[in-house]
């Protein structure tokens, strides 16, 4: 009966962590300073998955307005801003979407993939996904 038990649990616990998806909040890091930057949210929406800035955390930007943006979201609220758009799954990726940078408000296409249960591979490219980047989020609990 304790091996059925066990079992039982293990079995539970895998398929608890592989079912987890991208949904939630997700704290990015900046390339350059290696300091946590904004927190992301990731949603469904029908079967597309999209992100929106939530919080900013760089203090210069603690209260919302983007005061380190070059573009047209200089000094202005980037709360809300989606930046992710159009994600689909696809097995364990989430494909052909697209990402928005808000320092230069470029867009890029975008894939992302769950690493690990608390940590997401973010790839920005532009034509091909060898010509591009990639920054790694973790989840916020």
Do not use: H
Request: with cysteine.
């Amino acid at each position: 009966m304790k091996k059925l038990i066990l079992s039982l649990i293990i079995v539970f616990a895998y398929f608890n962590v592989t079912a987890q998806d991208v949904i939630g909040k997700w704290k990015t890091i900046d390339d350059e300073t290696g300091k946590p930057k904004s927190i992301i949210e990731i949603y469904k929406d029908g079967n597309k998955y999209y992100g929106k800035i939530v919080q900013l955390l760089t203090e210069e930007n603690k209260d919302g307005v983007c005061r380190t943006c070059e573009t047209k979201y200089k000094n202005k609220n980037i709360i809300g801003l989606v930046i992710l758009k159009d994600l689909e799954k696809d097995g364990d990726e989430y494909e052909d979407g697209e990402i928005m940078d808000p320092k230069n408000a470029k867009t890029y296409s975008c894939y992302i993939k769950l690493e690990e249960p608390n940590k997401l591979k973010v790839r920005g490219y532009i034509g091909f996904s060898l010509l591009g980047r990639t920054q790694y989020w973790y989840r916020v609990e």
